[in-house]
């Protein structure tokens, strides 16, 4: 048996150790993590898939990243898991003050619908000058987490709580490292390219909206759920605060009812901070650790700034095919 231990228990960790645990029958799969949830970043995410760039990574590359986490997502949607995963179809609008310079982005042809407002639609948004509708993916991640946790332990997978303060102390006990930290990649693989995004929201009750309108300035958003509706946000760089700001709180009422007026009147349910783990690209890479006179295998997949839950999937699928690469080299016979 192949040893395989994955770092992280967030919707990047446990996408990818589901991946490894139901693909690679020749190895044992071990979460380990130092917070599982309800207690992640991911958790508190609003869980709407719409990419935003990667500025270096290709455009394919990226494409891949989404529709494979979509069609995943969509077949669970469409499951009658769809409940107990929290993971379901959202119709909505995403507005611009101006007319952005890519009209159509390259997720247009994943998500349903999408087509640009008419000027009669854009009426109920007169401080906005350019409008897209489509129907995407929600996927709420404090039910999808247990549920893919659930999923990994039926697939033979070992779960266990620990702060990792060095991967190559993990050499000791596993073959192979994989890398999904999120923001712990900072200290864990020495990468100063990774900083937090601080990331604001609020949980209001507003049974009565039902299409999601986010603001392309990626700051103000509204995203209905099953028990809650996510009132966005703030895009705080370098922004290491976990505190609630009251300051933000009320900034964040003030822009969703600018757009939806009878938000005004929402009761609120939660405030919520969260850091995302920013990056310029986002990490998914092999290396090999020297470690006493041998080398090992580690894969990481981290960085994934406000994208987590859109590109969980699809890293996850990269981050299993550069462990089979790499475990092909090292065990050129065995079937994997
Ligand atoms: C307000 C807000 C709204 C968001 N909305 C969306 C959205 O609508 N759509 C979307 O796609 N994304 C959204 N995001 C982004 C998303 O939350 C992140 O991209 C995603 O959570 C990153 O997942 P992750 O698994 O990499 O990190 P995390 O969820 O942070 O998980 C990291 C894991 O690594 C573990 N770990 C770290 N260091 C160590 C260590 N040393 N030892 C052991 N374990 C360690 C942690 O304990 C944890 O289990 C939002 C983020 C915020 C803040
Ligand atoms: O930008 C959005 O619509 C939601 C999101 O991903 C975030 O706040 O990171």
């Not at 009878?262 to 310029?280: D, F, K, T």
Request: charged share 20%; with cysteine; proline share 5%.
């Amino acid at each position: 048996m192949v040893k395989v231990v994955v770092v992280g228990a967030g919707v990047v960790g446990l996408s990818t150790a589901v991946c490894m645990a139901e693909a690679l029958s020749l190895c044992s799969v071990t979460i380990l993590a130092e917070k599982f949830s309800p207690d992640t970043t991911s958790d508190g995410a609003a869980g709407i898939l719409l990419p935003k760039e990667f500025p270096d990574v290709s455009l394919e590359r990226q494409r891949c990243w989404f529709k494979n986490t979509f069609d995943h997502l969509l077949a669970i949607a469409e499951s009658p898991s769809a409940p107990e995963a929290g993971v379901f179809l959202s119709p909505g609008y995403q507005i611009f003050r101006e007319v952005p310079s890519d009209t159509k982005p390259y997720w247009s042809n994943y998500v349903f619908g999408f087509r640009t407002m008419t000027d009669y639609e854009m009426k109920r948004f007169p401080n906005h000058k350019f409008g897209q509708s489509f129907t995407t993916i929600k996927c709420e991640c404090q039910r999808y987490l247990p549920w893919l946790e659930k999923r990994f332990r039926d697939a033979g997978g070992q779960i266990k709580q620990e702060k990792v303060t060095n991967l190559k102390q993990l050499t000791h006990y596993y073959d192979v490292i994989v890398n999904c930290s999120g923001l712990g990649s900072r200290s864990l693989a020495g990468d100063q390219d990774i900083h937090p995004v601080r990331g604001q929201i609020l949980k209001v009750h507003a049974p009565w909206v039902k299409n999601f309108i986010r603001d392309g300035d990626g700051k103000t958003y509204i995203y209905p759920g099953i028990s809650y509706t996510t009132l966005g946000g703030t895009w705080q760089m370098d922004d290491w605060r976990l505190e609630v700001d009251k300051g933000d709180s009320e900034s964040i009422v003030e822009r969703c009812s600018q757009l939806v007026p009878s938000l005004h009147s929402a009761q609120v349910l939660e405030e919520w901070v969260g850091l995302r783990p920013g990056r310029r690209n986002l990490r998914v890479e092999s290396e090999r650790l020297q470690v006493e006179g041998h080398d090992v295998l580690v894969v990481h997949n981290y960085g994934h700034g406000g994208c987590g839950i859109t590109l969980s999937w699809g890293t996850a699928l990269d981050a299993l095919g550069l462990v089979r690469n790499g475990l092909h080299e090292q065990l050129p016979h065995a079937r994997l």
